[in-house]
């Protein structure tokens, strides 16, 4: 299983130095949040937890202007938590501080340079998905997590979901044959509040350096990345060239693309379909259907996980996401440990990094006409979404279609080019 590792003490620890924690407590590193606003307070609320566990020691947060309300504040202060303005005055304050692991959920753009940073002082990193826009970035992360003898990992959650680890150890033992086609179809409607919300959303560079954000790239990319990850564990050769065929579109007054159709066949004829948009009417909840030679299987998000094969129908009821996220953490601290755990590491990442890029390379975005675009308000948010979308999109991925041979007026004929998802 290549990229989502179990990190056994035998086999990786002779290799990394030792965790130092200041306190000799090995199974509570001394921690730093950078970044608590946005994505960063649900990861606040579990490293709260965690903290007040013994499970870790929450010594330093980084909060960047504007401040969060007070309540962040004084939870922070609480928790005997000393507050910093930036990150270069984290990276200051690194040797008094003795920290040893950091998490990382700052936007998309600041993920490599904050995670190369961290990792040359000496810190072991969980950084939020994406782990960066470009493969550039993640050969020089590698390098220097290498360099430094540091453990950096992604946070992907559902990858930690028991759910999905349970389907997937079911398909690598052929419980329904060998792969056929993989195919994930997501809807998740977007406001205009969502894209206006903070400097990156929507955009594809910001500040100099490659943002790539898409529902690909960001709020979809753990479907794809399970996707990834239960094919490979299967079996599918992910370390040879791919054929990519896409189609991107554009409705929401953003540089890059909300509605995503690709398709990627590996050299012995799988397929692994993805189906995802932010401009639909209605939600969709993300799915994954596999199919073998010799049954089918499903998962959905934050409900199940089943199985139809030769033996019969297997099916495994799915935790919360706050759950998952919390499984999530306690496996990231026992990689930092040494301990056996799985995470998921850069090479595995690096697939997802690969895809996206490849996508920006290969493809150009289509705008959807403005005749096909309304506009609703729900619960006070308006929305722009594309008539019809929400039925062709659904169709396509049933059929393995492109949008345009599944009835949308608006869509163009894909492409097709090589993509190469490892280095």
Sequence with gaps: MLGFAHAHPS????????????????SAPRTVLVGVGGYGRVHLRHLLDFHRRGELVLAAAVVFPPEPDETVVGDLRAAGCEILASFEALLAALPRLRIAFAVVPT????????????VRAGVDVLVEKPLTATPADVAAMAEAAAANQRRVAVGFQYLHAPEVR???RKLA??????????????AWPRSHAYYSRNAWAGRLKLEGAWVLDSPVSNAMSHFLMVMLNLAERAGAPLNEPVNLTAELYRAQAIESFDTAMLQLRTVNGVRLDFYGTHSSAAIG?????IEGTNGTAEWVQD????LDGPGGRWEQTAFPESDTRERMLRDVLKYHRGEPAEVC?????????RCIAG????????????????????????FSYVSGLDEVLLAAARTGQGLAEAGAAWAVKPRTARLQLRG
């Design 11 to 26: 086999l990786h620890s002779a290799s990394l130095r030792p965790v130092e924690t200041g306190g000799g407590r090995l």
């Design 107 to 118: 936007p998309i753009h600041l993920h490599a340079t904050m995670t190369l940073a961290l």
């Design 166 to 168: 349970a389907l997937g």
């Design 173 to 186: 033992d052929g419980a329904i044959g060998a792969l056929r086609r993989l195919v994930v179809h997501a």
């Design 285 to 289: 909840r993300p799915s994954l259907r």
């Design 303 to 306: 409900s199940h996980a089943c």
């Design 345 to 353: 590491t850069i090479g595995m990442a690096s697939l997802h990094v």
């Design 359 to 382: 996508l920006h390379r290969e493809f150009l975005v289509t705008p959807v006409p403005a005749a096909h675009i309304r506009r609703h308000e729900v619960d006070g948010q308006v």
